[in-house]
């Protein structure tokens, strides 16, 4: 049974940091052979991709997150990272992590549907 589970989530004030986890278990390959990606869904809008980090560790970030957001991998520990800093209210959302298989991973790779696994999700939320 393949599990995928975010952790870190919480409260932080603008300016602030946070530390994303995302441990994937059960998988049919080896976690190493998946692209990962985090996005991230606000109230009443639609989830949206946040960075991708490819199965060669190349990362791809939406412009919005560039030079604030880190993604990282451990493929020993089949973990996922998104250290978030310099952090904006409207950074508020619940993040998700997501697992695909896809041949390449930059490709679309903000297409939610491309993705095999997800997890449940964690709130972050940005005070002013």
């Known amino acids: 049974q393949v599990q995928v589970v975010e952790s870190g989530g919480g409260s932080a004030q603008a300016g602030g940091s946070l530390r994303l986890s995302c441990a994937a278990s059960?998988?049919?390959?080896?976690?190493?052979?998946?692209?990962m990606a985090w996005f991230r869904q606000a109230p009443g809008k639609e989830r949206e991709g946040v960075a991708i980090?490819?199965?060669?560790?190349?990362?791809v970030y939406t412009d919005s997150e560039k030079g604030r957001f880190i993604i990282s991998r451990d493929n020993d520990k089949n973990t996922l990272y998104l250290q978030m800093n310099s952090l904006k209210p409207e950074d508020t959302a619940m993040y998700y992590c997501?697992?695909?298989?896809?041949?390449?991973?930059?490709?679309?790779?903000?297409?939610?549907?491309?993705?095999?696994?997800w997890g449940q999700g964690t709130q972050v939320t940005v005070s002013s």
């Open positions: 059960g998988l049919k390959y080896s976690y190493s052979a998946y692209c």
């Open positions: 980090i490819n199965t060669d560790g190349s990362t």
């Open positions: 997501a697992a695909s298989i896809a041949s390449t991973c930059s490709d679309s790779w903000a297409t939610t549907s491309r993705y095999n696994y």
